[in-house]
């Protein structure tokens, strides 16, 4: 049973992209509810049915039906609701790929109650925020001093906490969930008038990690997981009674994206590692052994993987049918590389936190290698410039979706208690994504950068992600920053800041070779002037690089620029 068809207008199979974008609608119900509708659908019509395939790292395995999910997310809902968490109320799960995070995630949708996912990176300071400004009720962990400590020292700064919980063993101030939980009812009836739930109410809240000021709060509501039916169907590729990986720490978005919504729609069962570190290697022993049929992972670990050297039979990939990338924009030379090793095409997308899929490479449409595909079939996509004029084909500007017509399902419902940001991004009828990119002749739509990533120098408009391109394909770079510096003469002078490979060591010697690889590979003016070695980039709790930080740290610094004749 493939439960997303019942909320298609026209149910049945789509034959292009084309087809797909024209005539793909939705039914959204009034009062729908993931968990009853879906998680306790499944349990009900196929109780065994495989929901998710969960390991760690210490050996522990464990394999949940939908029938397991119903009825654990039924007992941790009613351990919620005899410790006073209800409608409304925000609860926040710091629980990385522990798979109580599906028990919670459900439960509290079955309650009404709103979802905070967060990293297990979040510092005292960070957690005190995130409390006051969504008046937390409830914090719960796993097993980790770390996280831990820090939630205690953020609780006398927390007047809103009025529970902590850990899945973990027992800590003296915590309220543990497995011995609390065990001998529980696993029954909660669906509520119904004043305490049920109705489409439109919060669901789901997340703190973006945004590239400078304090995390806005993105505020979803209860039609966000019909949204993923485009994701997980037509972009993941996922198939009935398949097996989906997603690289992702429940504590960002991308976590819904791959291991929750779209798949369980899809009648396909999550595969979840919980890793204690990544190892590129021991990620694709995973793949081989459990028979993975899709996989889902940003760039940054796409090119970890391919200097695995994927071709040598070492790794089964006879199960895997599809791989996606997102969080980034992806450097052709990763997708080419990738290919050339396993035969297995790419197809990358580009949405927010604020949003589900905006643009990217559906169903077995044509791939162009870095660009992020074509406008979502949910979205009335547009680039725009800074008069609100459709920008023509090969010109730069705001990748925006047109509201006009009313909010599509997918799209937030606001920044939850800030009428001012919500204004602002939803201006002139029109969400604001803030990030720019071109269209091409063909209509795919080619990410360029922030709005205030684009470096000008001597009168050119430069895409960091175009420069970082070329820099990529350079066997001793391993990552790349590209941004602006402070420049008498340009203006702005292009600076690359690179995290070298393993086995290459910084040098004048290189910052040469580098800066010659990139004059024979791109126009002049886009080449950098000064090159920076370092041992990591700055980057966002969900691994996104942080030029800003890198731009902050280089105000009033001389720059060295590297001499040579240009």
Not at 113 to 132: E, G, K, W
Not at 231 to 245: D, F, M, Q, R
Not at 289 to 318: E, M, W
Not at 389 to 417: H, M, N, Q
Request: proline residues 4%; negative net charge; charged residues 25%.
């Amino acid at each position: 049973m493939e439960l997303f068809r019942e909320y298609l207008v026209d149910n049945r199979e789509f034959t292009s992209y084309e087809d797909l974008k024209a005539n793909c609608k939705f039914k959204v119900p009034e009062d729908f509810n993931f968990a009853y509708d879906v998680v306790d659908r499944y349990a009900q019509e196929e109780p065994e049915k495989r929901a998710m395939v969960w390991v760690d790292d210490n050996g522990e395995e464990k394999t949940f039906t939908f029938a397991d999910i119903s009825r654990e997310s039924k007992r941790t809902a009613f351990f919620l609701h005899q410790q006073g968490i209800k409608k409304g109320d925000a609860v926040m799960l710091i629980l990385r790929r522990r798979y109580e995070f599906w028990y919670f995630t459900i439960a509290l949708h079955r309650i009404g109650a709103i979802v905070i996912p967060a990293t297990d990176q979040l510092l005292a300071n960070d957690i005190v925020y995130r409390n006051n400004a969504a008046e937390v009720k409830m914090i719960v962990s796993y097993d980790n001093p770390q996280i831990q400590g820090e939630i205690e020292a953020s609780l006398k700064e927390s007047k809103s906490v009025k529970k902590i919980v850990t899945v973990g063993p027992e800590k003296q101030g915590w309220i543990n969930f497995h011995k609390e939980a065990e001998g529980l009812p696993a029954e909660f009836l669906r509520p119904f008038g004043e305490d049920g739930t109705t489409s439109k109410d919060p669901m789901l809240l997340y703190f973006t990690s945004g590239t400078s000021g304090y995390p806005k709060m993105v505020m979803h509501d209860f039609t966000y997981p019909i949204a993923h039916i485009i994701t997980a169907k037509y972009w993941h590729g996922v198939i009935e009674n398949g097996l989906h990986l997603t690289v992702a720490e429940t504590g960002w978005g991308k976590a819904v994206w791959g291991k929750l919504y779209g798949q369980w729609f899809c009648g396909c069962a999550v595969f979840t590692y919980d890793m204690n570190s990544f190892r590129p290697d021991k990620m694709l022993q995973m793949i081989s052994k459990y028979h993975v049929t899709s996989f889902c992972a940003p760039p940054t670990v796409y090119r970890y993987l391919i200097r695995q050297d994927l071709s040598n039979g070492k790794y089964d990939f006879s199960t895997l049918q599809r791989c996606t990338t997102a969080g980034e924009a992806l450097n052709p030379e990763v997708y080419n590389q990738f290919y050339k090793q396993t035969g297995l095409k790419m197809y990358e997308s580009y949405g927010q936190t604020e949003t589900v899929i905006v643009a990217g490479n559906f169903l077995d449409s044509e791939v162009k290698p870095g660009s992020m595909g074509k406008p979502s079939p949910l979205y009335d996509a547009h680039i725009i410039d800074a008069n609100g004029k459709e920008c023509p084909a090969g010109e730069v500007g705001e990748l925006t979706i047109d509201i006009s017509k009313g909010k599509p399902i997918g799209l937030f419902a606001g920044y939850y208690r800030d009428i001012t940001l919500t204004a602002n991004a939803f201006d002139s009828g029109v969400y604001h994504t803030g990030d720019t990119a071109y269209m091409d002749e063909d209509g795919f739509i080619w990410f360029v950068g922030r709005k205030d990533d684009i470096i000008k120098s001597s009168g050119y408009r430069i895409s960091p992600f175009e420069v970082e391109s070329v820099l990529m394909k350079h066997k001793a770079v391993m990552e790349c920053a590209v941004t602006g510096v402070e420049d008498e003469k340009r203006g702005q002078a292009v600076k690359a800041t690179i995290v070298l490979s393993p086995g290459f060591e910084a040098s004048h010697d290189l910052e040469v070779e580098l800066l010659t690889f990139c004059k024979s590979e791109t126009a002049l003016y886009k080449c950098p002037r000064i090159i920076e070695f370092v041992k990591e980039l700055p980057k966002t709790i969900s691994g996104k690089i942080r030029r800003v930080e890198i731009r902050e740290k280089d105000k009033g610094v001389e720059q060295k620029n590297i001499k040579q004749d240009f």
